[in-house]
């Protein structure tokens, strides 16, 4: 991927931020019913102070997805994403704007499991027994307990053993 196409992404997103904030900042001022009090440069100026650091963020949120997306096999699709609590808490949890720290990513070939942009592991359904505890999913790999992620949300362990059941029997 080139420079060039890097520049034009970003300001892509940059624009597309822009717009948000400022069909945002009109939606709420229409519905907050003071449109009058507020003229239109405050939503441009507003726009122009936001832009940037949203921005910034699709563009973090968008090459996240996008070396995820060339992680996956052909052929091989996304059925569901779900956030893992982390096994500690942190002193300082992560800013909003990063997202979950753990992702547990559930596909059509078996289970991933990522920290933010980095794969830790993955297992294929054929090599997998899958378990609900509760909110916990108990994952175990010939014979051995590989993981066992605390989900969100706590229906989320029991949808996995669905897809798992759909994918393991075919």
């Known amino acids: 991927m080139g420079d ?3 520049k034009g992404r970003l300001r892509r997103s940059s624009l597309v931020g822009a717009v948000v904030v400022v069909v945002t900042a009109e939606a709420t001022v229409v519905g907050g019913g003071i449109k009058a ?3 239109w440069w405050a939503l441009v100026g507003t726009a122009l102070v936001v832009a940037w650091p949203a921005a910034w963020t699709g563009a973090r949120i968008g090459r996240r997805e996008g070396i995820r997306s060339a992680a996956l096999a052909p052929g091989e699709t996304v059925v569901g994403t779900y956030t893992v609590r982390p096994p500690f808490t942190e002193h300082t949890p992560p ?4 997202g979950p720290q753990y992702q547990l990513v559930v596909t059509s070939v078996g289970l991933q499991m990522w920290e933010r942009h980095i794969l830790l592991w993955r297992y294929g359904w054929p090599d997998l027994r899958v378990t609900a505890d509760g909110p916990r999913l108990r994952v175990l790999h010939e014979g051995n307990e590989v993981a066992a992620p605390l989900l969100e949300p706590t229906t989320a362990a029991q949808e996995i053993r669905l897809v798992a059941a759909r994918y393991a029997a075919g």
């Open 37 to 39: 009090s507020l003229p």
């Open 4 to 6: 060039k196409d890097k």
């Open 95 to 98: 800013s909003a704007h990063e």
